[in-house]
């Protein structure tokens, strides 16, 4: 059993002295196998440890559900759904930067109800006051779900029938 254990480190520190064969990807995440009672050796990589997902690959995913969920919102609002549908299809990234916006001000102190009353005061058309009672129930939800918490403020759109209130 020794001889095994030694051989398998020797082998691993080999491997990774060998010119263009990078150490880290010779080297297993020992806490993704688990060995059976039976001897088996299982590996839970991909679906108990999973993969590691790159931060930008996190911002996309929190972009496309922002857009899908956006896209859901928007049905309820029959007068505008059809314009505000073509905006986020054309330029998902507009919408997307309103709502990181939203969130940057949320950080910065000002309330939700402050930058409300600042869009009401810009905003006049019927579309531009959905568009933006949308951005910011969904703000919060996926760039800065921590402040939801802290604020009290939900960040569902369920109950939010009237955009003028």
């Given at each position: ?29 020992y ?10 050796v ?21 972009d ?12 309820a ?5 059809d ?29 939700l109800?402050?930058?409300k ?41 369920g ?7």
């Open positions: 059993m020794k001889f095994l254990r030694l051989s398998a480190t020797l082998s691993t520190a080999v491997i990774s002295l060998l010119p263009g064969v990078p150490a880290a990807a010779q080297e297993p995440d806490l993704c196998f688990i060995t059976t009672p039976s001897g088996q299982l590996d839970l990589s991909e679906s108990l440890c999973g993969s590691k997902k790159s931060k930008s690959e996190v911002a996309a995913n929190s496309q559900a922002f857009v899908e969920d956006y896209t859901r919102s928007v049905m609002y029959p007068d505008v759904r314009s505000l549908l073509a905006t986020i299809q054309q330029s998902p990234d507009l919408n997307i930067r309103q709502a990181k916006n939203i969130c940057d001000q949320l950080k910065s102190g000002i309330s109800e402050a930058i009353i600042k869009q009401s005061e810009e905003i006049v058309e019927q579309a531009g006051i959905v568009n933006a009672t949308i951005t910011n129930n969904l703000a919060t939800k996926y760039y800065c779900p921590e402040l939801s918490i802290k604020r009290g403020h939900s960040s569902g759109v109950g939010e029938g009237n955009p003028h209130a």
